[in-house]
């Protein structure tokens, strides 16, 4: 079955297994409840998505949409002729735990590692060292214009002193973003502050934006511009940055391609336009009962209707395999050898 929008799946389901007398708004809200789980239980349909990310750096942030590497192919030197190679993908910490960073700033990782996890990150792109900048607010295609309303709300730092988050960007150390419409230029940090070195949080305000906007570093004084991605997509009320970061051998700063296959990860659904990736009706209709039944105390039904759940999609992630299965091959007596008879 084709994957639904919002829309598809609500009228698929609102009158089937939605609260009674809910409306558009009421079922986004139980979907919102419901699928996280659904999306954590494995790596179903849909839920596997490759994308290839181009870094100067020897560290690197994984996009929004997505969870964590499954597995990644590193090409080096980022030529036009792919000399990609498999690399293994480490726990946070790894090298840490075993022979400690291997340099006194403690900004690379061993090439023998392969690529370790860092944990979180409040920015997509970090900011050079001995390079300062200013921020920028921007709309995000196709959109020219910032949405009529919202606020952007950014803890940063000059080296010395902090933001003032509730304070206009008008002002001096300014750290709140407040959206009007604004065409190009769009919303920039004040003209004293082009010195920030460092962001240590980004926050949507309590209202939701109408639409995504994105955070921007501008480097002082460079021609032409160079701009480096602070966040992306932020939209959504209450909304703080986290972007999941990973460390590689890059010391020499080369043009570093990674191909990665990426889990998917749940974003809330917030316009009827919005993409369900899992592709089960029956799974959902089953984790929107299984919610009901939670709020109802009734957990015996709630359990059953989740582990209908994983059944489903277990069912349909087999029978989108097809005979692409995985196979476990191995020979008990060694490669090349052979089992003897021990009869």
Request: aromatic share 6%.
């Amino acid at each position: 079955m084709a994957t639904l929008t919002v829309q598809g799946v609500e009228d698929a389901l609102l009158e089937v297994c939605g609260s009674r007398g809910a409306t558009s708004a009421q079922f986004r809200k139980e979907l919102n409840l419901a699928l996280p789980r659904l999306y954590t239980m494995g790596m179903w349909r849909d839920l596997l998505f490759e994308e290839v990310i181009t870094t100067t750096s020897s560290t690197f942030t994984i996009p929004d949409e997505a969870e964590s590497i499954i597995s990644a192919l590193v090409d080096a030197d980022g030529s036009s002729t792919d000399y990609s190679y498999p690399n293994p993908v480490h726990s946070q910490h790894h090298d840490y735990r075993i022979v400690g960073r291997d340099d006194s700033a403690g900004d690379h990782t061993l090439s023998m590692f392969g690529i370790v996890d860092d944990g979180y990150s409040p920015t997509v792109e970090e900011p050079v060292a001995d390079k300062t900048y200013s921020l920028r607010l921007a709309p995000i295609n196709p959109s020219t214009n910032l949405p009529a309303s919202g606020t952007i709300h950014v803890t940063f730092s000059n080296g010395t002193d902090m933001s003032k988050v509730t304070t206009e960007i008008t002002n001096a150390q300014g750290g709140q973003f407040t959206c009007g419409g604004e065409g190009d230029p769009w919303l920039t940090t004040h003209a004293t502050d082009n010195d920030i070195t460092s962001i240590s949080e980004i926050r949507v305000g309590t209202v939701e934006l109408p639409a995504p906007v994105k955070l921007l570093w501008v480097e002082k004084d460079s021609s032409p511009e160079v701009t480096l991605v602070a966040a992306t997509s932020l939209r959504q009320a209450n909304q703080v940055t986290r972007y999941r970061r990973y460390r590689v051998d890059n010391r020499n700063e080369k043009t570093m391609s990674l191909r990665l296959l990426l889990k998917r990860k749940f974003q809330k659904l917030i316009d009827s336009t919005d993409v369900v990736y899992l592709s089960s009706i029956n799974a959902i209709k089953h984790a929107l009962l299984g919610n009901i039944a939670e709020k109802n105390a009734d957990l015996e039904r709630a359990e059953y209707h989740w582990a209908v759940c994983q059944r489903l999609l277990e069912e349909q992630l087999d029978a989108h395999r097809g005979a692409a299965k995985p196979k476990i091959s191995f020979d008990p007596s060694g490669v090349g050898a052979y089992t003897s008879n021990l009869m």
